[in-house]
């Protein structure tokens, strides 16, 4: 009887193991989303209101309830009313916001040089290289969807499997 228990134990524990990693890659692809959608605003705000980079940072910060949200509050305000540099300032706030997700080193690196490719040009230059960015962030995405329907059947096959095949050895 005890044995029975633990199989069943060892069987629930792998396939909760593999349904979180099948979450990693759903939450991946979602933070990517919600990435494409913040430049899409800011490439909106910039090309379209007018706005310059902290006043777009200002209006996303009210958008929504994100740790994004709270890092582009202090950035408006550590770069508009501090006058700090905000190349400096966005690395510092993002290298924060970033650190507790699932991105990819190159994914985070993507988002970190953004300032960097801005530089001091005008409204349309700005949506322009904000343009690039999406492009990359879009590829990204769409590899990760491409991957993550065989990768999740995949996962929870070989989870079962072994916590089948642990059970039958402890047998």
Known sequence: MLRLAGCLLVLTGTVGFAKKI?????????????????????KYYIAYQKAT??????KLSHKGDSA????FREIYES??????????????????????TVLTAEEKNMVMDFP????F??????????????????GHIEDLSAEQKSKTKMIMSLGTAAGILISILLL
Request: proline share 3%; net charge negative.
């Open 68 to 71: 994004f949200a709270d890092a």
């Open 121 to 138: 040009m005008e409204g349309n230059a700005q949506a322009g290289a904000l343009d690039e960015l999406l492009r990359e962030i879009d």
């Open 53 to 58: 980079i902290p006043e777009t940072l200002w």
């Open 79 to 100: 770069v508009y009313e501090e006058g700090e540099s905000f190349p400096v300032v966005w690395k510092k706030q993002m290298e924060q916001t970033l650190q507790n």
């Open 22 to 42: 099948c979450e990693d890659v759903k939450q991946h692809l979602e933070t990517l989303k919600q990435l494409r959608s913040i430049f899409e605003n800011m």
């Open 116 to 119: 960097s490719s801005l530089g």
